[in-house]
């Protein structure tokens, strides 16, 4: 009495099963709910088996003779993938459609080989690794190569078969294939869109801050990437006239260059263009497994330490993006590289925020004894007040919000009316507290309480943004109320 390879129960005599073409036996009741599971044979359609047991001819179709899957033609060109996208998730594994899902895009060259000796190889490793249902195209930017498309796989299943891509790598590496010593081979990993937040401004927002990242931190990146030409993953502070400020690495900059298509396409070290993956490109090919393993793991590290620390946060530097989640491939490569960073990564508005506290003091030395140089730095703080406001005053999607904003904007237009040092447009709140004499105090006091409550009735009070100009309106109300005491 057999079993049924779908349900694993024993099939009973006179209940309906099929056999199939290795005489494995399914209950028919299995086989219609899980009829995605199987194929009959394209040379032969009487003959019906299980997928996972039949050679895969590309296209959904498969094969039970060895013989002709040889003489199938499986090297495909650029971008006419055989076989459909398959999200592989590792055993008993959860997920939803917002699960990350990783794919990568392996360069290798294999110098005079002939075509038919490819076609060999590839062959074996589909059979061999059948399970991991890899793809084989032509890349126009090889001379003799084989790019190796992998499907977007969970972290649990990259590690779940762990063993598998190290013996592949090894393989590939034994048949002559070449990937860092190829010459313009890369490693590219795509990450899916749905994975870096649950609305399309989430996303985005994301997308931004990983930007900022590879700028920031760019020569790290450059380090670890083991590159010598960017000319298919350039940074873009190495390609683009970007504004010649102290703040040009802000997510604000960053993301205004991302929405003119700058990052767009395969020039980039993030390839923003596709409809449902992002790309980072900028690691250079490898057959080592420890390289590998450590190149996956930094691409998820790069996100996760978003979720993981807030970006103005003196803990989200670049060596806490390495030791994030302890991943021993990862530490021990950057260690053995020499690639060390530990200065935190902040936004635009934290650096303006902490420049302009810095501005106050010195204004405060020369208010009473030298008005030139008060003026000049009054100048200065009009230069930081403008780009503080662009990075707060942010024009957001929903109606509430966006409400919010433009109130606040046109209260501080009106701080003007308190002095006659700027003009409304200039005025910030710091120069408003500076030029605040005791009688009007109160006022100044008054107009920040309005302020605190527009955000607080707002949807602004739940963002990031919002909760740091709150802390900041008060912050000088303490010193408002300071002053009085004085």
């Not at 943004?465 to 300071?482: H, I, R, S, V």
Request: net charge negative; hydrophobic share 30%.
């Amino acid at each position: 009495m057999k079993k049924c390879v779908i349900c694993n129960k024993k099939i009973k005599e006179g209940e309906e099963a099929k056999t199939l073409f290795n005489d494995k036996q399914v209950h028919t009741t299995c086989f219609t709910e899980k009829r995605n599971l199987f194929s009959y044979d394209f040379y032969n359609g009487e003959l019906l088996g299980l997928k996972g047991d039949m050679y895969e001819l590309g296209f959904d179709y498969y094969t039970t003779s060895e013989e002709k899957y040889n003489a199938c033609d499986i090297f495909r060109d650029y971008h006419q993938r055989d076989i459909d996208i398959q999200y592989l998730k590792a055993t008993d594994e959860e997920t939803d459609e917002h699960t990350r899902y990783i794919g990568f895009e392996l360069e290798t060259e294999w110098g005079r080989i002939s075509s038919t000796e490819k076609e060999k190889v590839l062959h074996y490793i589909r059979k061999q690794w059948r399970h991991l249902k890899l793809v084989f195209e032509y890349d126009g930017s090889l001379n003799n190569g084989i790019e190796f498309i992998s499907q977007p796989m969970t972290q649990a299943y990259y590690e779940e078969h762990k063993q598998d891509i190290t013996d592949l790598l090894n393989y590939i590496q034994e048949q002559g294939g070449k990937s860092h010593d190829g010459g313009a081979c890369g490693l590219h990993f795509h990450v899916s869109r749905d994975a870096l937040g649950e609305t399309k401004e989430e996303q985005e927002a994301l997308i931004n801050k990983l930007l900022l990242f590879i700028e920031y931190y760019k020569e790290q990146v450059k380090a670890f990437s083991r590159r010598e030409r960017w000319n298919y993953c350039r940074i873009l502070s190495d390609s683009y006239s970007l504004p010649n400020e102290k703040y040009y690495k802000s997510e604000e900059v960053l993301g205004a260059i991302k929405e003119h298509g700058s990052t767009g396409g395969h020039g980039t070290a993030l390839n923003t263009a596709n409809e449902h993956t992002i790309e980072f490109r900028f690691i250079r090919g490898t057959l080592n497994p420890q390289t590998f393993f450590a190149s996956f793991y930094f691409v998820n590290n790069i996100i996760d330490v978003f979720n993981t620390y807030y970006l103005n946060s003196k803990k989200l530097t670049f060596d806490n993006t390495i030791k994030l989640g302890g991943h021993i491939e990862l530490i021990e490569y950057t260690k053995s590289k020499g690639i060390y960073n530990d200065t935190p990564l902040h936004s635009e508005t934290y650096n303006i925020k902490r420049e302009l506290k810095n501005k106050e003091q010195v204004i405060m030395t020369y208010r009473k004894d030298n008005q030139t140089k008060a003026h000049e730095i009054y100048k200065q703080v009009q230069t930081l007040n403008a780009k503080y406001t662009r990075a707060f005053l942010k024009t957001p999607n929903d109606t509430s919000t966006r409400d919010a904003f433009q109130t606040i904007a046109s209260m501080i237009e009106r701080l003007g009316d308190y002095t006659y040092i700027l003009t409304p447009k200039k005025m910030d709140l710091l120069t408003l507290i500076n030029t605040t004499e005791s009688t009007e105090t109160r006022d100044t006091k008054n107009f920040i309480d309005g302020l605190l409550n527009i955000i607080d009735y707002s949807s602004f009070t739940n963002t990031e943004d919002g909760a740091q100009f709150k802390q900041l309106l008060k912050d000088y109300m303490t010193q408002l109320n300071e002053r009085g005491q004085e």
